[in-house]
């Protein structure tokens, strides 16, 4: 996966985050990662973690799956539609 599929999962993923408040964990240094967890009220929904001393390569696309089967979807407010002009009745 390239790194402007890997940016656009990362917006969805952080965009469902911010509307149903829930806190994504780092943990290690940056550009170092060893984990990160995605947490709902003292619960972790899905993680993903380094098992071999290289940093870690986040699966957004599989954090995304993974909230969306727990049931949190949504955070893309898309584009707001331009209203249709009002036609006058003569």
């Given amino acids: 996966m390239d790194a402007a599929q890997k940016k ?28 990160v967890e995605l947490v709902k009220d003292g619960d972790v929904l899905c993680s993903d973690s380094a098992t071999d001393f290289r940093p870690l390569d986040i699966d957004w696309e599989r954090l995304l799956n993974e909230i969306k089967e727990v049931g949190f979807v949504g955070g893309n407010p898309g584009r707001p539609k331009k209203p249709k002009p009002i036609e006058e009745v003569a």
């Avoid at 969805?12 to 985050?17: G, L, Q, S």
């Avoid at 509307?19 to 550009?31: M, V």
């Fill in 8 to 35: 656009v999962f990362y917006n969805r993923v952080r965009r469902i985050c911010t509307l149903h408040d829930i806190e994504i964990r780092y943990q290690g240094a940056p550009k170092n990662w060893r984990s």
